[in-house]
């Protein structure tokens, strides 16, 4: 069965060891955020998760399967956190740091369709 979520991650792994091979640190940081990002979109909701291990039954909780949409959403998501601190960074007169998170918002549009 086809993963969108692990085709994702597969593709941004590949991208992070390019990155990590041509030291771009700035590139670096944001493919793990759109890694971790995944990873929490597939965390399954609700108390389960959270509760502690009674020493029966599984230990693993099953992950949720994402589909296309929710692996652009969790993206589209990231740009949008990045587009609205550009913003505020901007608007308190921190215009040098707002051009790091532009461009860290450049290296995530590279990832949606």
Not at 5 to 20: I, P
Not at 57 to 62: F, K, W
Request: hydrophobic content about 45%.
């Amino acid at each position: 069965m086809r993963e969108p979520a692990n085709e994702m991650k597969e593709w941004l792994r590949a991208d992070l060891r390019a990155a990590m091979k041509d030291r771009r640190p700035a590139e670096v940081t944001v493919l793990r955020a759109l890694i971790a990002a995944l990873d929490n979109a597939e965390a399954p909701a609700g108390p389960a998760g959270n509760a502690p291990w009674s020493g029966e039954g599984p230990t693993e909780i099953e992950r949720l399967i994402l589909s296309d949409a929710d692996v652009q959403r969790a993206i589209t998501t990231e740009l949008s956190e990045r587009q609205h601190a550009v913003i505020e960074l901007e608007r308190v007169g921190r215009a040098e740091h707002a051009e790091i998170v532009r461009a860290e918002a450049l290296v995530v549009r590279r990832y949606l369709a």
